[in-house]
């Protein structure tokens, strides 16, 4: 029985009507937000514009480009760590919480080989050829730190009642977490200065995008056509993909379902490290905590996208991404909501609630195993 | 006389297996494992930071003590071997010491490359740990060789003895565990024991335990002595005791079990009446926190415990309690500000605590098991970030938080002072009572077998006519009034709230707690947060072992990997949840169980495989 029949079947209870009432209220906020948006653009000075936002004014192409481009860049990244949550929750059926501090480790660890080859003076003189190698150095962390992971704590775990292993991933993050705090000490730390260069704006048809975000949607597009390629076209990838369908037919048919297991969190892993060095391209400093935010951001865009569809991971990301930026200033603002962008966190949870209510299995469809899809 | 019989008298063992290949690579595992845990340990700077406290005065400070169980303990697993019902063990001889030392000596290297390293290498720019006070600590300030000898030599001896562990007989095994809880005890609870020994006049006795005049703390040698002679006499005499007492006790219980149980609970209130005239200030404002987050856990404890859902954004109840009890009650809240007294304002927070529960349960309820989880993550957040931002700092104030929370005060009857950690915990523990009262009512109740049900198996609960989704809101409502309350005090008792109090952290602080403890068991999220709120300290609240304040969120984490993967039942276990965590085993269990029957009745006397 599907859960659209029994919803047919039974009548509608209290809660149904509350669900029913929150996703009315949801929507309408988005609409009314976008309305107010739209009058404000059109003239700030309208009466429905002075009631709910006064001092309005329009916004400008110049910021709304700013808005979008910073929506996209962030969003590819986390597309790219939403893939590792993705992948692992269509092999293994559970949430890997700790998968957003794979990807601290590896922005940590790419900060660490970023100073020191800025250091040796490398930085400076060859960038392509320094951040290639933070980028090889955090990649072969982050794996390294998915692949113990998955060795020490979630194989003696398989088969375990389904709250087990997201529990013990709790728990794996917060002691990575912690581990990067006592060992690396607390508080924030810096990447060395981008080239010059990497900031002056590249006009690219309408937009106008930084060089550094450019730089972070090309390596986004070259890791995920890569994993594509792994995915779909590769003997492991195949592997990969009949493990996700199912581990015993799989297993019956010769391939190594714990070996594909670990694959799976070592490209989810490589992943996510190169999404820590395009972290600190974005941002420029990494924390202990860098990993927790934007690890519940890409998990919501796995969801966002359907969870275990790598297409949808990424756009996902780049949806979520792009809410999370743009939202605040086109429903919240004409709303008249002081303060917008501190609550900018919160949209990117709400744009979660919101399609686990109206779309549970994602915009593009979720693919799960056949033992999880009941 | 069947051989079952005969096992259950001398265990009979088996001739020691020869030694494989997989042995070597066995010890080649713990070796390296040890030796990277020694390596990591002494990162992290335990060794430095808590040398500052002893264990015995001179001979044995927390510091090194954080890296000497490594060998022992590695030493010791190496060997062990997993004896299923109806196998008989092997004969231990001197392989398992010849193990445990090769062990020791391995995890030994790990020390003395890092020893090495400090001395030729610096790598403090990305460890920050790395510099000469802590190769002062592993050398002792002697030298390289010195200590590098020194912890060959120690590791080794340390896994030779836990080696030697397997071969002791039970009866000096049992006595020598005994004797190190006792001694470790002590030193854990040693400034608890100091308030205790003043309060009741008995400084004499504790200071002829404790070195006197000791900065760093400690036993003196005669007081470890002492203690490890009581654990001996604990196990040979005290142990045969109680165990008899236990019996009287069960006996008791069973032919007039609710007399047995008004005398236990009126024992219990007697003591928290009493005991908290006796504490120091410190052990007491300690005791306050245990109860905040004993009140916050036995909450949880239903959600997750007893109906089965993983709520992590359980903090968000603390939060609105919290709030709304400022809000009410301070002069100055800003915006909306009633000055109601506490006990007016502790009704609205009830109030708030249902709808808020309501209104984060109600979406959530229908969602698969985990993304309830990421879910209810997600509206923790969003409370909190919502009450700091500026749109609601017209009533929450924001990042300013609310200031000046008025004392406790309950229908002009009593004031309880926020400053007064004995008022406090006074009024904690009332709380206390009444949510262990209404956790151990509704678990026997009709609507705790629900939630069992539904912890169990939703389906088959809906099949058997229970409205799951009414079980799973009503227990969402109950853990949300348990920790509002608990945020009501904690408000009063601060005397401000801001917003960093109700992080995330604390929502898996409060679920490590449970988990430790005993999931669905009351007694074990007592023993939890006594445990580790007591002794390792909450989040921002420091426990008896404030030395570990820096390492606690690690030991945490940790704890909760290791609780999950060796025993998820908890310390204290819920009976019927641990046999649905270890169905495998019971099955197996039963299954040999009965065959051993089968053997019997047949008369043939042969238990399956020897």
Known sequence: M????????????????????????LLGLVTVGLGAFVLQQIDPANPVTEWLNPGASRLSWDAAQGLIVSGLSQGAMYGLIALGYSMVYGVLGFINFAHGEVFMVGAMTGMITANKLDHGGLWESNFVLAILIAVAVSVVCSTLTAVVMERVAYRPLRGAPRLIPLITSIGVSFFIQNTSAVLLGPGAKNYPRLPEGLSDRIGIGPLEIEGKKLLVLVVAAASMSALWYLVERTKTGKAMRAVAEDKEIASLMGIDVDRTIVTTFAVGGAMAGVAGILWGILFGSVTEFTGFLPGIKAFSAAVVGGIGNLGGAMAGGLTLGSSESLAPQLILEPLGVTGHTQLKDAVAFLVLIFVLLVRPTGLFGERLSSEDRT | MTSVEHNLQTPELAPARPVLDQDWRRIARFGAIGALALIFISLTDMPDKLDGRMIVEPLLSMGYFSLLWVPFLF??????????????????????????????????????????????????????????????????????????????????????????????????????????????????????????????????????????????????????????????????????????????????????????????????????????????????????????????????????GLAGILDLGYVAFFAVGGYTAAILTSPSSPGFSPELSWSVAIIAVVGMAILAGLFIGAPVIRMRGDYLAIVTLGFGEIIRLTVRSDWASGVTGGAQGILNIPNADVFGLFSFKGTDPQQMLYLVAAFCALAIYVSWRLENSRIGRAWMAVREDESVAEAMGINTVNAKLQAFVVGAILASFSGAIFAAKVGSVFEISFKILISIVILVVVIVGGMGRIAGVIAGALVLIGILGGPNQPGLLSEFSEFKLLIYGALLVWMMLQRPEGLIPNVRRSRELHQDEFLQDAWLRKQVDEDEAGGEGEVAPA
């Open chain 1, 2 to 25: 599907t859960s659209a029949m029994r919803h047919k079947a039974a009548p509608r209870t209290g809660v149904d009507w509350f669900l029913f009432f929150l996703r009315g209220l």
């Open chain 2, 75 to 304: 030493g010791n697993l190496v060997t062990r071997e997993v004896v299923l019902e109806g196998m008989v063990a092997h004969r231990k001889g001197v392989r398992e010491l010849l193990a445990g030392a090769l062990v020791g000596l391995l995890s030994s290297l790990g020390l003395v490359v890092l020893i090495y390293l400090l001395d030729t290498r610096d790598l403090s720019e990305p460890l920050v740990n790395w510099n000469s006070d802590l190769h002062t600590v592993l050398t002792f300030g002697e030298g390289n060789g010195y200590g590098m000898g020194f912890w060959i030599a120690v590791c080794v001896g340390l896994g030779l003895l836990g080696g030697l562990f397997h071969l002791l007989p039970r009866l000096v095994v049992q006595p020598l565990k005994a004797a190190s809880i006792v001694v470790l005890g002590a030193v854990v609870l040693e400034s608890a024991l100091n308030d205790l020994s003043e309060g009741f006049g008995l400084e004499s006795l504790f200071e002829s335990l404790f070195k006197k005049g000791s900065d760093r703390g400690g036993l003196s040698v005669t007081g470890a002595l002492v203690l490890a002679a009581f654990g001996f006499a604990w196990v040979f005499v005290l142990n045969a005791q109680v165990a008899k007492g236990k019996q009287v006790f069960q006996q008791a219980k069973e032919r007039n079990r609710s007399a047995t149980m008004t005398v236990s609970s009126v024992v219990g209130v007697a003591l928290v009446l009493i005991l908290p005239m006796y504490l120091g200030r410190l052990t007491n404002d300690l005791l306050v926190n245990v109860g905040l987050f004993l009140l916050l856990a036995l909450g949880l404890n239903i959600v997750v």
